[in-house]
């Protein structure tokens, strides 16, 4: 879901982006390798199995031989992201479909160029305990988040949709302590927690979850994750950028079919701060994938039905600050 770590998108973290930019450097001043050209591309969170067709393409050479040198980073804060590919910081950031939308009713100048995650990971998950059969059931419960309005906007929506009356929900906030609320039954639900991570790490502790998709509750079937770059960026890079998601996308289809060594391709560049779990992995990959087949259609391929009908929705919701136009808001490369 959108806002991984808990913040609202906007311009609040300037300083902390200007003090990223002097460590890592600035995607406008790029080191040259003869022959390639450089792009910095930013991750949504510390790596793990969703990035594992990043890794792939990097590893299996997909990204030199289509004439580009890679960076893969993590941001200090991942709400940074699209506003340091905005201020031409970095050139391209993995983020969310409704924050870009968010982002925009902000002049915020961000574009997605692909959708990664075409179905939403972000879920409502309920004790099965708590005799929670339906959403309409969490009247009277009490339902963890991480003080998130789209959150909340998502588990009304699906009350509504349900047959229950969302003013009679009650929320806590727990941050993003959502795991430890639900093993300490603090609360019998959750929003927030991402079906590929935590319902795996809950179910692992032993917890018997019941999981709705927000989607089959009349909140659209959005895209969880989308590849973005700046307005300016687009205008200057674009063939660099189509080059970059044809190498991607054959870390995908190479993902795919090796989905064991390209797990283990991923594993073996894990982060120290943040160690994976190889069997929660080696899971949370294989939910992923069918979440990210295009079908027929190319890896990363997106609709404008999708992004009017998740436009809409946080119109209706009161989550835009002023109109988005869908055919600003993306483009298929």
Avoid at 14 to 35: M, Y
Avoid at 59 to 69: I, S, V, W
Avoid at 181 to 197: E, F, L, P, R, S
Avoid at 241 to 247: D, E, I, N, P, T
Wanted: aromatic content about 8%; proline content about 5%; some cysteine.
């Amino acid at each position: 879901m959108i806002f991984r770590n808990g913040k609202k998108s906007g311009w609040l973290a300037i300083a902390l982006i200007l003090a990223w930019v002097g460590v890592t450097g600035c995607a406008s001043n790029k080191q040259k390798e003869p022959g390639l050209t450089e792009l910095t591309v930013l991750m949504d969170w510390y790596p793990n199995a969703v990035h594992t067709f990043l890794y792939a393409a990097e590893e299996q050479g997909y990204f030199k031989e289509a004439g580009l040198k890679v960076k893969l980073q993590t941001p200090a804060d991942t709400n940074d992201a699209l506003k340091l590919v905005a201020t031409g910081k970095a050139d391209l950031a993995l983020s969310y479909q409704m924050q870009v939308a968010v982002s925009r009713s902000e002049d915020i100048p961000i574009v997605s160029v692909a959708a990664i995650v075409r179905h939403p990971l972000n879920q409502l998950f309920a004790l099965e305990s708590a005799g929670i059969r339906s959403p309409k059931d969490l009247v009277g419960k009490k339902i963890g988040y991480p003080s998130v309005p789209l959150d909340e906007s998502m588990v009304n929506t699906m009350v509504k949709s349900d047959g229950g009356d969302p003013s009679k929900l009650n929320y806590i906030d727990v941050g993003w302590d959502l795991i430890p609320a639900m093993t300490t039954k603090k609360v019998d639900a959750i929003i927030g927690g991402y079906v590929n991570h935590e319902k795996l790490l809950l179910e692992k502790e032993g917890e018997k979850l019941i999981t709705f998709d927000p989607s089959n509750y009349g909140v659209p079937d959005y895209y969880e994750l989308v590849l973005t770059a700046s307005e300016e960026g687009l205008k200057n890079n674009r063939e660099a950028f189509k080059k970059f998601m044809a190498a991607a996308a054959k870390g995908q289809e190479y993902t795919v079919s090796h989905p064991e060594q390209s797990l283990q391709l991923l594993l073996d560049k894990q982060s120290e701060e943040f160690p994976l779990d190889a069997d929660i992995e080696k899971m949370s990959l294989d939910i992923l994938l069918p979440l990210m087949d295009a079908g027929s259609e190319p890896f990363g391929s997106q609709s404008v039905q999708s992004w009017n009908s998740v436009i809409e929705w946080l119109a209706e919701h009161g989550q835009l600050t002023k109109e988005v136009k869908a055919e600003q808001a993306f483009v298929n490369l």
